[in-house]
């Protein structure tokens, strides 16, 4: 079949490699240039494991290209995706100016009929929206046919986008027809070989099951964060009511890990819409409210700890970070807690040494001035970034911090002490190893002789 996927950020470089890589024919559209030009190069501007090397050997056989031009990159395509980003408005809600933006150009450009299909989440009564926008179009350009738009969230993970794409836990599609859901089916059937996953249901309902989905894991995570906040004040580890709860089928064991907060490009910005959809509709949210509050003081928590160990002085103390990515396996910063932690860091004036396998250059962009004053220092080896240390503050939980050396860790820091941010060490491992380690909701372990400075 042939495609067009309009953007080309973490969802649309996926969905367009993922969908030439079952033989489909693909443009991916992205309306910015530079993009264009690197990603045509087989540059891949994200890091997102699997993806690159996927993406080179279709553009190599020409059966995905990217342009930056929307009247070429879609002529003759069947099905038109749309994967541009729905950011936070001003008021919360989502910001649709690039899905409408979007509709505006197809109504403009389209010379043949074609399902236009929504990937990126927005709210309740986009697909309308955007079909009213581009019909509207059609007709005052004298166009005889009319388009439809269905609505297709996407689930995938950063970190595993490839084969979540490759194999969903299921599809979810929402159509107000039979042809467009025939469509959507024939072309999801090969990633659905082994048993079927396609949900079916209304439009609208396809758009709220992606925010119900996001909210409700936001959910889980700040139900625990807020279990850890009382664990802590009684004595409790976080941890082994995590694994008590957790082998409890009707419960689970994913996403329910304490932890310095989410963040990402997703949850937080995905409740917030959500929360405003509920206020627009004289409806109050109060769960929801509660899990961004939460949130919001968890990723406040680090510094909290911190602070309160070097009774409330961060001058001329040198703090260490572990991960800055929002989690493992990507490189986005977007809401990541390390954000949080780092600026009211550098604003306390503490020098801060920061450790992550993909994500220093986003951050380096940031923080051009601290960078180059030496209050901040960046690199990828996380025992660099330890010497001198009068603590290691362990945010994004890569793989490779999970069992570092940790007698060398404690030779190279001035001071031996652990904050764990995501619960990843045995607190008394880490205290035998004469740290003194505190994580999320747990009692605090070992000891640390006091700090000279
Ligand atoms: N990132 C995720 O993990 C994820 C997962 C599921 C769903 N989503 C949803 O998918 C959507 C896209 O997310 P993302 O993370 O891929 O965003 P992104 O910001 O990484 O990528 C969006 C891309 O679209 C391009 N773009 C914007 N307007 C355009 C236009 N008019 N024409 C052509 N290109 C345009 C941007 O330049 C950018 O490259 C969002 O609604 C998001 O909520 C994201």
């Known amino acids: 079949m042939r495609l067009s996927v309009v953007g080309a950020g973490y969802v649309g470089l996926v969905t367009a490699s993922c969908f030439?890589?079952?033989g489909n024919?693909?443009?991916?559209?992205?309306?910015?240039?530079f993009r264009v030009a690197r990603?045509?190069?087989?540059?891949i501007p994200i890091y997102e494991p699997g993806l690159e090397s996927m993406l080179k050997s279709h553009l190599a056989s020409g059966q995905l290209s990217f342009t930056a031009d929307m009247a070429e990159g879609v002529r003759g395509a069947s099905a038109i995706f749309i994967a541009v980003g729905t950011p936070t408005g001003e008021d919360g809600s989502a910001d649709l100016s690039h899905v409408l933006a979007v509709a505006e150009q197809l109504g403009q450009c389209l010379t043949s009929a074609c399902l236009i299909v929504d990937k990126s989440t927005v709210p309740v009564g986009t697909a309308e929206r955007v079909e009213q926008r581009i019909n509207q179009r059609l007709g005052e350009r004298g166009m005889k046919f009319r388009i439809r738009v269905a609505s297709n969230p996407e689930f995938l993970k950063e970190g595993s986008a490839v084969e979540d794409f490759m194999r969903?836990?299921?599809?979810?599609?929402?159509?107000?027809?039979?042809?467009?859901?025939?469509?959507?089916?024939?072309?999801?059937?090969?990633?659905?070989?082994?048993?079927?996953?396609?949900?079916?249901?209304?439009?609208?309902?396809?758009?709220?099951?992606?925010?119900?989905a996001n909210a409700f894991l936001a959910t889980k995570i700040s139900f625990m964060n807020e279990m850890a906040g009382l664990c802590a004040r009684l004595g409790v580890d976080i941890e082994d009511v995590r694994r008590g709860?957790?082998?409890?089928?009707?419960?689970?064991?994913?996403?329910i890990y304490a932890g310095c907060g989410y963040g990402?490009?997703?949850?937080?910005?995905?409740?917030?819409?959500?929360?405003?959809?509920?206020?627009?509709?004289?409806?109050?949210?109060?769960?929801?409210r509660a899990v961004e509050a939460r949130n919001a003081l968890q990723k406040t928590l680090l510094l909290q700890d911190l602070r309160e160990h070097f009774n409330g002085h961060f001058q001329g103390r040198v703090v260490t970070l572990w991960g800055l990515s929002f989690k493992p396996g990507t490189d986005d910063l977007r809401e990541a807690p390390s954000l949080v932690l780092l600026d009211a860091l550098l604003a306390a004036g503490a020098r801060v040494q920061?450790?992550?396998?993909?994500?220093?250059?986003?951050?380096?962009?940031?923080?051009?001035?601290?960078?180059?004053?030496?209050?901040?220092?960046?690199?990828?080896?996380?025992?660099?970034?330890?010497?001198?240390?009068?603590?290691?503050?362990?945010?994004?939980?890569?793989?490779?911090?999970?069992?570092?050396?940790?007698?060398?860790?404690?030779?190279?820091?001035?001071?031996?002490?652990?904050?764990d941010g995501r619960n990843i060490y045995d607190p008394s491992e880490i205290a035998e190893q004469g740290f003194l380690y505190r994580g999320i909701g747990r009692p605090q372990a070992g000891h640390c002789k006091a700090s000279a400075a």
């Open 39 to 43: 990603l045509s190069r087989g540059e």
């Open 20 to 22: 030439a890589e079952m």
């Open 25 to 33: 024919h693909v443009v991916c559209i992205e309306h910015d240039p």
């Open 168 to 212: 969903p836990d299921r599809v979810v599609l929402g159509c107000s027809d039979t042809a467009s859901s025939e469509l959507l089916r024939r072309l999801y059937a090969p990633f659905l070989r082994n048993h079927e996953r396609v949900l079916q249901m209304s439009v609208r309902a396809a758009e709220f099951t992606k925010y119900a």
């Open 354 to 419: 920061a450790c992550d396998p993909v994500a220093c250059s986003g951050v380096a962009k940031r923080y051009a001035d601290e960078l180059a004053s030496g209050q901040l220092r960046l690199d990828e080896s996380p025992y660099a970034m330890v010497e001198g240390a009068d603590a290691l503050v362990l945010v994004t939980e890569w793989k490779q911090f999970r069992q570092p050396d940790f007698a060398r860790v404690r030779r190279l820091m001035r001071m031996p002490v652990l904050f």
């Open 245 to 255: 709860i957790g082998s409890d089928r009707r419960i689970g064991t994913h996403f």
């Open 264 to 288: 990402g490009s997703c949850f937080p910005k995905d409740v917030r819409a959500l929360i405003r959809t509920a206020e627009l509709q004289g409806f109050e949210p109060a769960i929801l």
